[in-house]
């Protein structure tokens, strides 16, 4: 099944909630829309109202109360970046105000001067999980994948020392356009392409660190909610964007992530 987030209203700001007047969450079947009467991982029922998908607005696909991201889970990007393996995961946060939809621009900040994508496969979560056990697998509290671009001032991840800012800025957490159901969590792939060109491709083949143990390691430090985003890692091949560029993040079963690189001015 193929769930998303839309707003029947033209202006409805990519991180307004699922109170905002015109926003709801659907079932995709071809290009129509069911309608849900809330979040697909907790009780709902279809509504029988249908939409069709050219005529709404879409929302960032998931709606979460945290946004937990793994740095390096692939080897040859640690390699890339000059740095070495990580023997535990190595977990940080964009905040949720950093998300932005299908089709959104990215805003290309003053403030940073190498703006970076990260394709990546995105999991979101389905049922409150703390202390993932040893033997004890992820597939119950994952509800879906989806594609997000962990966008980053790469120059202000160095800089800083920590990240907040790089991986923080408003727009820089692109996701959906679906969370897809029912797919196959071993044989996932990602494909990164800019202006149509493939730049990043990985599976889940080869994660530094699997799902269940991501899950596990984030579960030992804090509660994971229904609906929370955990991006799993990039492969080898993040580059820069400038304004005016499409990037587009693919995971096979899920569709593509589109968006457009846009300056941004301030005042
Ligand atoms: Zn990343």
Redesign the pocket.
Known sequence: MKYLRFSTEPHTRATAGPETHGVSWGVLEGDRIMGLSGAPYNGHHATGVTYALDQVHLLPACWPSKIV???R?YADHAKELAHDIPTKPLIFYKPPSSLVAQGGAVAYPPDVSRLDY?G?IGIVIGKRLRHLGANESSREYIFGFTC?N?V?GRDLQDKDGQWARA?GFDTFCPVGPVIVTGLDAASLTVETRLNGEVRQKGSVAQLIFSFDAVLRWVSRFCTLEAGDLI?T??PAGVGPMQAGDTVEVTVAGVGTLRNTIVKEEIG
């Open positions: 991201c793994v740095g889970n990260e990546e997000v962990d980053t991986k991006a890692g990039t």
